[in-house]
C-alpha cells in the first residue's frame, strides 16, 4: 500500500508472486510517496470511508512503516508485457481480496463480518487489474489513471 503526496491511498493486492514487493520498490524513491508496507496492510471502515494502515508484516522488500491513508483505489497486480487495466467487477473485486486476507475461517459471524466488510471496500474504491512491466513505466502509468 502506498500514500501519495496528496494523502490518498492506493493498494496493491495479489498473491505471492504477483508483483507487491516489486511495485513497492518502484515507488520508494518517488518523492512524496509512503510505502505503508510490500506484503500486508490492514483495512478499516470508519464511517463512509475505507482507511488503509501500515503492519509490521513486510514482505521481501522489508518495507514497512506506520501511518494510513484513505483508500481510493485497488489495483489487482499481474506481469504483463506492456502497462494496462481492466476493470474488476465488485463480485470479482471481493473475491480476489478474500483470496488475499485472513478471513476468520473458525467463525461463521467473522466470516459473515469480512464478506459485508470487502463488498463496502469494493463498492467505495475503484478497482482494476494491473498488467505491468517491473519498471519506472508502471509508476507514471498509475500515475496517469
Not at 494502515?53 to 522488500?61: Q, V
Amino acid at each position: 500500500g502506498i500514500v501519495s503526496p496528496d494523502g490518498s491511498g492506493t493498494l496493491f493486492a495479489g498473491q505471492s508472486g504477483a508483483g507487491k514487493t516489486t511495485m513497492a520498490k518502484l515507488w520508494i524513491a518517488e518523492p512524496g510517496v509512503t510505502i505503508l508496507s510490500d506484503e500486508r496492510v490492514v483495512l478499516r471502515q470508519e464511517g463512509d470511508d475505507i482507511w488503509m494502515y501500515g503492519t509490521p508484516w513486510h514482505g521481501d522488500g522489508r518495507i514497512a512503516n506506520q501511518g494510513r491513508a484513505r483508500l481510493r483505489r485497488i489495483f489487482f497486480l499481474r506481469h504483463a508485457a506492456r502497462n494496462q487495466l481492466a476493470p474488476v467487477s465488485a463480485t470479482e473485486s471481493i473475491a480476489r481480496l478474500f483470496s488475499c486476507g485472513f478471513a476468520p475461517f473458525h467463525d461463521r459471524g467473522g466470516l459473515d463480518y469480512t464478506l459485508a466488510f470487502l463488498e463496502q471496500v469494493a463498492k467505495r474504491c475503484a478497482c482494476n487489474e494491473l498488467g505491468f512491466r517491473p519498471d519506472q513505466s508502471a509508476v507514471d502509468f498509475v500515475r496517469g489513471n
